[in-house]
């Protein structure tokens, strides 16, 4: 392994941290305008588009003409033009329009090129809402678990739904028999914050960091990367950040062998991996959900099929290999931790 890759975990958490706290200096920006072509030729006038949204709009206009002509906009109090454009030449107008329909036409010889047919519209419509950003501070709390490979309690709840599988069912059924979602568990210690930012899928975004000592004495660390915005297996249609669900078990949605539950957020990232200092992967695959509690307080069985009526506070930290990577080296080749007190809160904006 290179000096590069055995950089201590904790020195790329300070950096991580330093970047998130410091962030980038804010920059003043001209806004956003539109973009609108124009051509003037004997005798029309081409928009390169007919309906745009309200706010600022550049016309770039163009004489494809053989003699001099120029543009004008008018309408909701508007009536400005360019200078006169000799043929071939080009002129810029930049204006902020209000919702509504402006008149956009030649002006010269006293508008006669406009009554002559060098006249269209353009239509300017209400500008969209901008999306609102959803987020989520989640912290761990509470006694820490890893569950360890074993057979799921629930085979009787699962076989009917593992019916309504094709070629996942296999897998599914392996899982039940000697799965992630056991009785098997071991008392450990570790802590796990993150934030997760529901911008619409493409654009969801995750920071985090997990530190815990397994039952074999190893000690892992995690740096959360990014969210995983496709599909993942068993997880149709999950990508990117979800607040608010109401899944697994009995639902149809998402993997059966979990117990039906609520989720205050839920999703797939990819992320950075330390085993006792040194780097495991840049690419594990990491699924977190904050949930409804399923495991009761003493030995942390799981103690209901349908818990989706519990309260919300139970975190869910799985860590899988990458596509094509080894297994880990750890009981059955996974890392499932879960904190069984945990909070979360809305960040301030």
């Known amino acids: 392994m290179s000096s590069m890759h055995a950089i201590s975990f904790r020195n790329v958490a300070r950096l991580v941290f330093a970047a998130l706290a410091l962030g980038t200096p804010a920059r003043r920006t001209a ?127 699962a076989a009917p739904i593992l019916q309504q599988f094709g070629d996942e069912r296999e897998g599914l059924e392996s899982q039940v028999k000697n799965g992630p979602y056991s009785n098997n568990v071991t008392r450990i210690a570790g802590t796990f914050t993150f934030g997760a930012w529901d911008k619409g899928a493409v654009r969801d975004s995750v920071d985090g960091v997990a530190e815990f000592a397994t039952q074999d004495g190893a000690r892992w660390n995690l740096v959360l990367d990014r969210v995983q915005t496709k599909d993942v297996p068993h997880h149709p249609r999950f990508g990117g950040v979800i607040l608010g669900l109401y899944y697994h078990g009995n639902t149809a949605v998402h993997t059966p062998l979990v117990p039906t539950i609520n989720s205050a957020v839920a999703l797939w990232a990819f992320g950075h991996l330390y085993k006792n200092g040194a780097l495991v992967t840049d690419n594990a695959m990491v699924h977190v959900m904050l949930l409804s509690r399923t495991r009761r307080d003493g030995d942390f069985a799981l103690a209901c099929w349908d818990c989706s009526k519990n309260k919300v506070d139970e975190l869910q930290l799985q860590i899988l290999p990458g596509p094509g990577e080894p297994k880990f080296d750890a009981p059955g080749g996974f890392l499932f931790v879960n904190w069984e007190k945990s909070s979360s809160r809305k960040p301030a904006s």
């Open 31 to 157: 806004p956003d305008s539109a973009a609108v072509s124009a051509r003037l030729s004997e005798w029309k006038v081409e928009l390169s588009r007919g309906t745009i949204t309200a706010g600022s709009v550049t016309f770039t206009v163009t004489n494809e003409g053989s003699i001099p002509h120029a543009l004008e906009v008018e309408g909701e109090g508007i009536e400005q033009e360019t200078p006169l454009i000799e043929p071939g030449a080009s002129a810029t107008l930049t204006l902020t329009l209000k919702p509504g329909t402006y008149e956009v036409y030649c002006p010269v010889g006293n508008d006669s090129h406009k009554k002559l047919g060098m006249e269209t519209h353009l239509k300017v419509a209400m500008s969209a809402p901008t999306p609102k950003v959803q987020a989520i501070r989640v912290t761990g709390g509470g006694s820490v678990i890893q569950i360890l490979p074993g057979p799921f309690p629930f085979p009787d709840s």
